[in-house]
């Protein structure tokens, strides 16, 4: 009798921890594929996965070099700002691309910002660990050091607009109804403008902020008008399915909705690659000198990869609400030097929509990871580390919608709550909010009043609270508290796998296989990893080992045409780090945890 209790015992263990590692809301079906769960009115957990540069349908390219810089002794604006004009004036290939700008080892003195305001343009380096290119701002007061902007942005062509005629449209849905009458078809560029009432602000109790602080602004329906980037994928009769799904409810009684057309003027396809990126400071709590390392502004399918920046006081990437389609990888912001306050220490900062921030690592900031005002998702940050916050990580202030966190590890908090009358009136930071698989200290979790919804699953966190900096709301939906979905290990790289599968053709697949069908086990690993792929390759293979301070520790040699082969890791220390496959068609990062 007792073996049979504790043979239950076990048994009710066993299905405990199973069912921990799972989520009612995402599933894996026995068909292999993502099941979603959606609630009474057709709200489910959205595919986020329509981000980064090219819609992360294309690796980032190795762009030839067409020019090559060496550094000169004093102030290198010239000599940088020039190099970069030449290219401009170069035409565009028929890729969309001018060519890249090799800077070769060396520092290079900046004394005012660099712009870049013509597509195509790649700016490289020679290495970003300290022994390679370093770009250094001197100018002693605040100020972006590499601004990428176009002169213009997104043009409405408002005789194509037609209203949504949908009783309801929820929240991951890709397909609404439109008005009869419309011209849309496959391949348009599309903004779903979502229009809110007084109701809808009056729901979130966002007219009410003055009471708490009669110096704080109250929210006005009119400035919460968004416009989300999308394209039409299909077109039968009025309804138009969308590549990217509706990241907010339209629902008459709060808000409308109507689809138009738009023209993009904005720059495409420039990248800034391989360099360390420092500012000049006259101690910690200097604020006269280099703010932002780097700034996309009116831009689309652009890229920042492999960039160390130190000491700046606001942001190493920041990623304006004008640009779309950006992918930043691999890149770390240190040390940042001002006071430690509003306004400053965003280490990576997504104002803008369809972005990808992955691989980075952050040192004493504030808001890590982070999104603005009135941001339209999906927005994905992916598999980033923060240390030392003085800060939280998520959206902060006036509703962003539609972001993943995905595998965020960080020693303080993520939170998406309502800050009420915070800095003139936050107010709620955010709705559609989704913290998967993520480690940190804590973790506030609001939802907000009315259908829209905040997640918080497979999170480690000692605690989960409703319990805000400003305000007590409802707890957002927590699942598998303390224990990571094992089945779906990274939401985005599920999402994205299965919509690419979709998307491509037999022999779009057997190269996107060649692409991200690398594999690294066992991951967390002692003294040996193998690395698996599903296809031999018919180039070589570099594979490269770096720390998170971005240096390279090991570089193992590999055979392209064995699909799996064991190495030693032996002496590499306990920690974090990033294996870069590279090879001449594409470019794949892994996180690699040793564990000693």
């Known amino acids: 009798m007792k073996n049979n209790q504790i043979t239950s015992f076990l048994l009710l263990l066993f299905l405990h921890m199973v069912s921990a590692q799972t989520s009612s809301l995402v599933s894996i079906g026995t068909d292999g594929k993502l099941v979603y769960t959606p609630d009474s009115k057709g709200n489910m957990v959205p595919d986020f996965s329509g981000v980064g540069y090219m819609n992360s349908e294309s690796s980032i390219p190795t762009i030839a070099v067409v020019k090559t810089v060496n550094a000169v002794v004093g102030d290198n604006w010239t000599n940088v700002q020039n190099a970069i004009n030449e290219v401009a004036a170069l035409p565009l290939d028929s890729n969309g691309f001018r060519g890249a700008i090799l800077f070769k080892s060396g520092t290079y003195e900046l004394g005012n910002t660099i712009n870049i305001t013509a597509g195509g343009i790649v700016l490289r380096g020679e290495g970003f660990d300290g022994s390679g290119t370093n770009f250094m701002a001197t100018k002693k007061s605040q100020h972006t050091l590499f601004n990428f902007a176009g002169a213009s942005g997104k043009t409405a062509i408002s005789s194509s607009t037609k209203k949504i005629t949908d009783a309801y449209v929820p929240i991951g849905k890709k397909q609404i109804t439109v008005a009869s009458g419309h011209t849309f078809v496959v391949g348009d560029k599309v903004l779903i403008h979502r229009i809110p009432n007084d109701a809808w602000i009056s729901l979130l109790g966002m007219d009410k902020i003055s009471w708490a602080d009669p110096l704080a602004i109250d929210w006005v329906a009119s400035a919460y008008d968004v ?9 039968s009769g009025n309804v138009i399915t969308l590549d990217a799904p509706i990241m907010d409810v339209i629902d008459p009684v709060y808000s409308t909705g109507e689809l138009m057309k738009y023209t993009s003027s904005r720059i495409e396809k420039c990248g800034i690659e391989n360099m360390r990126i420092s500012s000049y400071f006259a101690s910690d709590t200097d604020e006269s000198h280099g703010w932002t390392a780097v700034s996309f502004a009116n831009i689309a399918n652009g890229w920042a990869r492999n960039l160390e920046a130190y000491h700046f006081g606001y942001s190493a990437v920041h990623i304006t609400s004008t640009a779309s389609w950006i992918t930043v990888d691999n890149c770390k912001m240190q040390d940042a030097k001002s006071i430690i306050t509003g306004s ?60 993943l966190f995905d595998n965020i590890m960080g020693n303080g908090s993520q939170d998406v709550q309502n800050r009420l009358d915070a800095g003139s009136g936050h107010g709620w930071s955010g709705g559609q909010i989704m913290f998967w698989n993520c480690t940190a200290g804590k973790m506030i979790l609001q939802d ?13 966190s000692a605690q989960i609270t409703n319990v805000g900096t400003v305000a007590t709301e409802s707890l957002g939906i927590v699942e598998s508290q303390g224990t990571p979905i094992a089945a779906i290990p990274s939401l985005f790289e599920a999402q994205l796998s299965e919509r690419l599968a979709n998307l491509l053709s037999v022999k779009s697949s057997n190269l996107l296989d060649e692409n991200t069908g690398i594999s690294i086990h066992p991951n967390p690993a002692k003294d040996s990893i193998t690395i698996s792929r599903t296809l031999q390759m018919g180039t070589p293979i570099s594979i490269i080992v770096y720390n998170t301070a971005g240096q390279k520790v090991k570089t193992l040699s590999a055979d392209p045409k064995l699909l799996d082969s064991k190495y030693s890791i032996s002496d590499l220390k306990e920690g974090i780090y990033f294996i870069h496959f590279r090879t001449v068609d594409f470019s794949k990062k892994i996180k690699l945890v040793v564990k000693k």
């Not at 104002?351 to 921030?357: E, K, P, S």
């Not at 690592?361 to 980033?384: A, E, I, L, Q, W």
């Not at 907000?448 to 480690?460: S, T, Y």
Request: net charge positive; aromatic share 10%; with cysteine.
């Open 344 to 403: 400053r220490r965003y280490s990576f900062n997504v104002d803008g929509q369809r972005n990808l921030v992955t691989n980075c690592t952050t040192k004493n900031g504030r808001h890590d990871y982070v999104n603005g005002s009135r941001t339209c998702g999906p927005n994905v940050f992916y598999n980033n580390t923060a240390t030392i916050q003085n800060s939280d990580i998520g959206p902060h202030h006036r509703w962003s919608t539609g972001v």
């Open 227 to 235: 416009y989300s980037e999308r394209k039409v994928m299909a077109v």
């Open 448 to 460: 907000p009043p009315g259908d829209e919804r905040n997640w918080a699953i497979g999170c480690k």
